[in-house]
């Protein structure tokens, strides 16, 4: 990656395209400082809430993550812990940063699978990921995401690993989530119709670089990216 820079509004939903390589994830990764070895930022600033998160302390980011900043990964199935029920792996994740019982952080829980449209809530909290289908997964791991009112969401192409029908409904859900909590939201995606129908603005990334950004109608109107050629 060489030089990204990227803006959100409060309330705003921006959406990062671009083709497999191009540095969508490494990108949204490198906010939540979780790059994998032997990958590392060696130069820049990420600003969130008037802090440069890259010159926090981890435990400083460890109260972020999940927190102020929460995450939606590509695949449910590999981002849930197989060996926790779902209740264990929410519950978790709200008394680490939610000054609640366990008793509160479990009616939490449940008033988040509701809240995501998971039907029979108090069933499905005991169950383990692989109970679940992929649509319910999916849901899980928003209502994860979003337990402790993050000020941010970041979704890294939440619908890849669903089918079609799915796909609007998890889509639906997480606009609807967005406007009702507030939230500002960084959508990767490489599918440019579901970024005409969520976000506000665009940025495309192309070789490991900002290629161009601006709102969503000056991007599909007026694009400056190449055409790709066969």
């Known amino acids: 990656m060489d030089g990204i820079s990227l803006s959100l509004d409060k309330g705003e939903t921006l959406g990062v395209v ?11 990764l490198s906010i939540m400082r ?3 070895s032997p990958g590392r930022i060696v130069s820049g600033k990420i600003t969130f809430e008037g802090k440069n998160l890259l010159a926090q302390p981890e435990r400083e980011m460890r109260g972020i993550r999940g927190n102020r900043i929460g995450y939606i990964f590509q695949d449910p199935t590999s ?45 499905r909290i005991n169950q383990y990921p692989h109970q679940l289908s992929g649509g319910m997964k999916q849901r899980i791991a928003v209502a994860r995401a ?37 939230m500002s939201m960084i959508l990767i995606t ?19 670089q900002v290629f161009e950004t601006g709102t969503t109608d ?3 109107w007026n694009p400056k990216h190449p055409p790709r050629h066969c």
Do not use: W
Not at 100 to 109: I, P
Not at 153 to 173: C, F, K, N, S, Y
Not at 190 to 208: F, K, N, P, Q, W
């Open 79 to 123: 981002s849930l812990d197989p060996v926790y029920t779902v209740k264990q792996q929410l519950v978790e994740v709200i008394m680490r940063h939610q000054p609640l019982t366990k008793e509160g952080a479990f009616n939490r829980a449940l008033e988040l699978l509701e809240l995501v449209g998971i039907p029979a809530p108090e069933l």
């Open 34 to 36: 979780i790059i994998p």
């Open 146 to 182: 979003i337990c402790c009112n993050p000020t941010l969401l970041i979704a890294d192409e939440p619908t890849t690993a669903l089918d079609v029908t799915i796909q609007a409904q998890i889509l639906e859900m997480i606009k609807d989530l967005i406007k009702r909590l507030g």
């Open 218 to 220: 000056q991007v599909f």
């Open 18 to 28: 671009g083709e497999s390589g191009s540095g969508k994830t490494v990108t949204a």
């Open 190 to 208: 490489h599918d440019m119709g579901i970024v005409a129908e969520t976000c506000d603005r665009v940025t495309v990334l192309y070789a490991g």
